[in-house]
Nanobody, 115 residues
Framework: QVHLVESGGGLVQPGGSLTLSCVVS????????MHWYRQPPGKRREVIAV???????TYASSVEGRFTIARDNAKNTAYLHMNNLKPEDTAVYYC?????????WGQGTQVTVSS
């Protein structure tokens, strides 16, 4: 059974930083790309960062230069380092692993950026 568990969300002031973690079990973690999505209140879920098997990264324009996605295959963990956070980054953040047969999602972690 595949499980993805996010952690690290919380309340942060504008300009602050947070690091989200996503621990994956039940798959061969190193074989698949990892994705981070977010869903702001009242809006659709959107992809914001992807790290490929070879470590290549891709970012949405809204987060590029502020967010960094990373993976640690030895720990079966993906990370999202978020800097210079803005109120518009407020959302539920989800990690996702796309395998050959399915997309697996975590339960999400809330990030709130507010003074």
């Amino acid at each position: 059974q595949v499980h993805l568990v996010e952690s690290g969300g919380g309340l942060v002031q504008p300009g602050g930083s947070l690091t989200l973690s996503c621990v994956v079990s039940g798959t061969e973690f190193s074989r698949y790309a990892m994705h981070w999505y977010r869903q702001p209140p009242g809006k659709r879920r959107e992809v914001i960062a992807v790290v490929a098997v070879d470590g290549d990264t891709t970012y949405a324009s809204s987060v590029e230069g502020r967010f960094t996605i990373a993976r640690d295959n030895a720990k079966n963990t993906a990370y999202l380092h978020m800097n210079n956070l803005k109120p518009e980054d407020t959302a539920v953040y989800y990690c996702m692993q796309r395998t050959y047969s399915n997309d697996y999602w975590g339960q999400g972690t809330q990030v709130t950026v507010s003074s």
